[in-house]
């Protein structure tokens, strides 16, 4: 498997809490991804990165804010969690393959329940 | 939206059989991608096809793409009760962005 890790993988919060979800890689791709499954609509970008401290928004970005301040790290910040924000997360990496990319390799996700 | 959409939505066949799930999509693109996803897990890449090929082979795995209708299909024969997982298209069109279909449950009965 790609070298990406999610932590935490399970969180409990409560509505209005910040929470931080943490996405690390060791395969020094250039291409991070944050998504969120819920069901009956796949997954959904969020926010992605296309290089340390490049970031953009996604389809459903609003709530979220993001961070990379180096190459294997992206994080996602909900700055003050609401049950809307209740799904599981995936954080996702690729890199530039000519005018392309290469697959992206996921993580197994984060469940967050906000109560 | 540019999300693709996955054809059935849902598919339970007996062990032995064929799978074939479609997958239609809304803009030009470099390339199609499908993934397998396990309950509880991430996704899986399974099989790349280039927006310049048409027909595509991976083990028990074909998958075909059609740009003029904007559509793909993922066969997988002579499937395996651990074939069963979701199956999702997902959509390159070089903005560093993939676009997810909503995916296809397989459910394998042995």
């Known amino acids: 498997d790609a070298g990406i890790t999610q932590s935490p993988r399970h969180k409990v919060t409560e509505t209005g809490t910040p929470v931080t979800l943490r996405c690390h890689q060791t395969e020094n791709h250039r291409y991070m991804y944050w998504y969120r499954q819920d069901p009956g609509h796949g997954l959904r970008l969020i926010h992605y990165?296309?290089?340390?401290?490049?970031?953009d928004k996604g389809e459903v970005s609003d709530g979220y804010s993001v961070s990379r301040s180096k190459t294997e790290d992206f994080l996602l910040t909900l700055e003050s969690a609401t049950s809307s924000q209740t799904s599981v997360y995936f954080c996702?990496?690729?890199?530039?393959?000519?005018?392309?990319?290469?697959?992206?390799?996921f993580g197994d996700g984060t469940r967050l329940s906000i109560l | 939206s540019q999300q693709g959409e996955e054809d059935p939505q849902a598919l339970s066949i007996q062990e032995g059989e064929n799978a074939t799930m479609n997958c239609s999509y809304k803009?030009?693109?470099?390339?199609l991608q499908w993934y397998r996803q396990n309950s509880g897990r991430g996704l899986v890449h399974l099989i790349l096809i280039r927006s310049n090929e048409r027909e595509k082979h991976s083990g028990r795995l074909r998958v075909t793409l059609d740009t003029s209708k904007k559509s793909s299909s993922l066969l997988i024969t002579a499937s395996r009760a651990a074939d069963t997982a979701s199956y999702f298209c997902a959509t390159d069109a070089g903005t560093y962005k993939y676009i997810f279909g909503t995916g296809t449950r397989l459910k394998v009965l042995a």
């Open positions: 996702a990496i690729s890199d530039q393959q000519g005018r392309g990319h290469t697959p992206q390799h």
């Open positions: 990165s296309y290089g340390v401290k490049d970031t």
């Open positions: 803009t030009s693109i470099n390339n």
